[in-house]
C-alpha cells in the first residue's frame, strides 16, 4: 500500500531541477496581478491516486499545521500553495498534494497546475527525505 511516512521532511536545500527527483515540493506565492489565462487541461491521475489512499492528504496537512514537515523554519503567507509529489514504487506516475494556506492554517486542496500558475508564482522548492514507509 502506498503511505506516506510519518518521518517525512521537506528539505529547504537548494536543488537545480526537482522535476528530477523521485520526490519534491514546491511552494506557489499568490500574486494578485498576475492573472494569466493558461489555457490547457492537465492529464494526471492524482486523485484516483489520493482516493486509493486517502489517508495521505490528512497525514501531510496535520504535519504541515504542526510545523513539523520543513527542516528549517519557513516564511508562509496568506494564500501561499504547496504541491508535495510524492512517487510511490506501486505507481508509474508521481502523486502531486495540493495545499492553501488560509487563515493561518494549511488545508487540503486540489492540484491543479494551470490554475495555480494563472495566479501564482513559485518562490521555494527542494527534495523530500523519508516520504514513503518501506515495507518488505
Known amino acids: 500500500m502506498c503511505r506516506i511516512s510519518d518521518k ?23 500574486n494578485p496581478n498576475k492573472g494569466e ?6 492529464f494526471g491521475f492524482d486523485v484516483l ?24 523554519p519557513m516564511i508562509i503567507e496568506e494564500k ?3 504541491q508535495i509529489s510524492i512517487h510511490f514504487k506501486e505507481n508509474e506516475n508521481p502523486t502531486n498534494y495540493g495545499f492553501t494556506y488560509n487563515n ?14 494563472s ?9 523530500i527525505k523519508n516520504a514513503v514507509n518501506r515495507q518488505r
Open 104 to 117: 493561518g492554517k494549511w488545508e487540503i486542496i486540489e492540484f491543479d497546475y494551470f490554475n495555480w500558475k
Open 80 to 82: 501561499d500553495r504547496i
Open 49 to 72: 491516486l489520493q482516493n486509493k489512499n486517502s489517508d495521505n492528504p490528512k497525514l501531510l496537512c496535520d504535519r504541515l499545521n504542526t510545523g513539523n514537515l520543513f527542516d528549517k
Open 8 to 30: 517525512i521532511i521537506l528539505c529547504t536545500c537548494e536543488i537545480k531541477d526537482v522535476y528530477k527527483l523521485k520526490h519534491f515540493w514546491i511552494l506557489f506565492r499568490f
Open 119 to 127: 495566479e501564482h508564482f513559485e518562490v521555494r522548492e527542494g527534495k
Open 37 to 42: 489565462l493558461i489555457i490547457g487541461q492537465p
